[in-house]
């Protein structure tokens, strides 16, 4: 018998994302109890809603990640993103290329990001949080630290269309983005060379591997991928603002941790990473639903993350001595 739970547990502990789905189904099984329409569907739809700008950018940052490297400046970019596109649109600009040239100022973030770590050696922690400082500012000179308002209906209609009526289209973007970067991570050769990258980069180099090229493709890529949202923010509250994406990197960061991805590299699940996402938006649209107040937000938040920080730690030493 007691051999039989041990297997359970070990099987149980194989599980990636086991640190984020044990608190996600605590938070839910609370909430409902203490309030049963926290279960409508247009409640959880609008909690899959709120995370799925998030989940956008998750997917290439568990890359990043696992790789061995991580990124501070997401939502300097996000809102950097979105002004970007906003500008160029209101002053003439095709839709099409505004949104292009969005990506592309992302995309030159991520650059900068990579020369600085990789060129010149720089700890990825302190150069993107600089880089984040210096894209504000960017974005506080472009707009004089005003809105950017008068988007037209058709930028709008990016984020704003529901299909069948119900299912917002940003669900489904971070829905489709979330499977392709699992099937990348897990089953090509490109997702296991970036996991092997993060858990032994001399490893990886001697095995042909071009480390530095890698980190840098990656941090070009969650550039762009922050712009993104930042231009789905724009088109969701149908201007663009200096708030938008404030604050959520340590929200990603953290979500990506608490999913099953490592922040010393060479672990990484994308499926993790969005459900820490979802677990997070579950927590704000829970305090709401049971009535408590959210100046005890980030209370929950660092104190779910310490939970499924122990689970992890559990977890690992478990399977060690397995």
Known sequence: MEKNKKFQVKNL??????????????????????????????????VLRTSSFNAMIAVPLTFLMASGRMDLSIAA????????????????????????????????????????VEKFDMPGFIATMATSYVVKGIASVLT??????????????IAKTRIGGSIWITIVYALIIGVIGQLI??????????????????TANLAGIDV?????????????????????????????????GSGTELTILASCIIGGTSLRGGTGTVTGSILGCILFATITNALLVMGVPTTWQ?????????????????????????
Do not use: W
């Open 13 to 46: 502990l194989q599980i990636k994302e086991i640190s984020v789905i044990l608190p996600l189904l605590v938070l839910i099984i609370v909430a409902m109890l203490v309030n049963p329409s926290f279960l409508r569907m247009s409640n959880i739809l609008d």
């Open 77 to 116: 970019t996000t809102t950097l993103g979105g002004l970007v596109a906003a500008l160029a649109e209101t002053n003439g600009v095709p839709l099409v290329f505004s949104i292009l040239l969005a990506l592309v100022v992302g995309a030159l973030v991520g650059f900068a990001n990579s020369i600085l």
């Open 144 to 157: 004089n630290n005003n809105p950017v308002s008068g988007i037209s209906d058709a930028f709008q209609t």
């Open 185 to 202: 991570l897990s089953r090509t050769k490109y997702g296991r060379s970036t996991l092997a990258v993060g858990g032994n980069p001399e």
């Open 212 to 244: 530095k090229r890698r980190h840098s493709e990656l941090f070009i890529l969650v550039g762009i991928f922050a712009a993104v949202a930042g231009c789905l923010h724009c088109s969701r509250f149908a201007s663009a603002q200096l708030t938008a």
């Open 298 to 322: 980030n209370v929950v938040y660092g104190a779910i993350l310490i939970v499924a920080l122990f689970i992890d730690i559990f977890k690992r030493s478990k399977l060690a001595k397995a």
